[in-house]
């Protein structure tokens, strides 16, 4: 994509040098002949710099880039396989990544995010990576939808969950009726569910709800509130 953009770039660029260079030479037709000469090696001059210039920096970010994502990324996977004792390594570990990819896709996060919020699940009790990585996918979207730090989104639904079940069985299923909700999903999306119900029917974002929960869940719940009066 950082080339193709490059390449864009480098052809809209060509166009405008070419159109000032046919209206430089239309508006001094009368000029001498030296002139027209000087004005148009300047003007590829300039642009061969331009362009050199552009190709280079931009390798540069790309590269830089690149670095950052691999360094980040090794970190992740390094924090996950400190809580996951199966550990995540050879094809094994290919093949998560690519899973991690596909959430990240999927939920519009990066991989890093989804990797971190998979090693909190696991953290928290899940002990299936691929239930931990449900968590996770759960997570970034309740992330997009408070428009919240991902990080802050984990710690939010990982106290949350705690409360009412605990984060390891809160991707069981459950059947129970809720205005504005499904009848089939688990403890994780019956909270989303309410969340997001709250957050479209009352003066309150579903940020609002994660944070206010994240704090009080424990206690509500200690005391006999279920998690729709809670909410």
């Known amino acids: 994509r ?3 953009g490059a390449n864009n770039e480098l052809k809209e660029m060509r166009s405008n040098v070419s159109r000032v260079s046919n ?5 001094g037709s009368g000029l001498l002949g030296t002139w027209d000469d000087f004005r148009g090696n300047f003007a590829q001059f300039t642009l061969a710099e331009i362009a050199g ?3 280079t920096d931009g390798i540069r970010t790309l590269a830089r880039g ?3 994502t691999v360094v980040e990324t090794d970190g992740a996977i390094t924090d996950l396989n400190k809580v996951y004792d199966k550990g995540l390594k050879g094809d094994n570990l290919r093949q998560y990544l690519d899973k991690f990819t596909e959430v990240a896709k999927q939920s519009g996060k990066s991989s890093v995010d989804v990797i971190q919020g998979t ?3 696991v953290q928290m009790g899940v002990k299936d990576i691929d239930d931990a990585l449900v968590f996770a996918r759960q ?3 309740f992330s997009n939808v408070g428009d919240v730090e991902q990080e802050q989104a984990d710690t939010y639904l990982a106290s949350i969950m705690s409360a009412y079940g605990g984060v390891a069985n809160s991707l069981k299923p459950v059947r129970e009726e809720i205005v504005g909700a499904g009848k089939d999903y688990n403890t994780l999306t019956k909270f989303m569910d309410l969340a997001n ?3 479209n029917k009352f003066a309150v974002s579903t940020s609002d709800i994660g944070e206010a929960l994240s704090r009080s869940s424990s206690a509500l719940q200690t005391n006999g509130n279920s998690m729709q009066e809670s909410v």
């Open 139 to 141: 997570s970034a979207i």
């Open 119 to 121: 090693a909190k699940a």
């Open 23 to 27: 209206e430089t030479r239309s508006l």
């Open 197 to 199: 119900y709250a957050g």
């Open 66 to 68: 690149i670095k950052d």
């Open 53 to 55: 210039d552009f190709i």
């Open 2 to 4: 950082a080339f193709s």
